[in-house]
């Protein structure tokens, strides 16, 4: 068995992509509030609402949503190690571990950052998640190209 530690981010690296993070989900959190507000209204439309005031309301949710998953979820979600046995590979961090087995590895998903490992289709890769492996690993081409010897052929 090997564990392999993901090294930390510097502070300014973190902090430049923990913002990155806020304002992605809180571009998506406002599309979906102002989606939602229109479709299902939480306040019935009225002689005082307009779209500016559900524009307001999905900004607010957007923000708070954002601010929530960036700082106190996102921080605990990412890798702290990735432990490597003959027969699986597993990502390990603060709150939730994830294993690929041998043999069963349908979907290696290549990002920017690194590569993301999956028993299941893309489809299965987008809902449930998978095995990430960082770029800034030092031994991150060694696992993908562990990862690839154990796909799965059809």
Do not use: C
């Amino acid at each position: 068995m090997e564990i392999y530690k993901v090294p930390r981010l510097t502070a300014n690296k973190k902090f430049l992509q923990l913002m990155y993070w806020f304002l992605y989900m809180t571009i998506w959190m406002f599309i979906v509030s102002f989606a939602l507000d229109w479709l299902w209204p939480i306040v019935p439309h009225g002689l005082n609402s307009s779209i500016i005031h559900s524009a307001r309301f999905a900004l607010f949710v957007g923000f708070f949503w954002s601010l929530f998953m960036s700082f106190l979820v996102w921080p605990f979600i990412h890798p702290r190690e990735v432990v490597v046995t003959d027969k699986e590979i597993t990502s390990v961090s603060s709150i939730q571990s994830r294993t690929v087995r041998k043999g069963l590895i349908r979907k290696i998903s290549q990002r920017r950052n690194g590569v993301l490992i999956s028993e299941r289709s893309l489809f299965g890769l987008f809902m449930w998640g998978g095995v990430w492996i960082p770029k800034t690993l030092p031994e991150y081409e060694q696992l993908r190209a562990l990862a690839e010897s154990w796909r799965v052929t059809s």
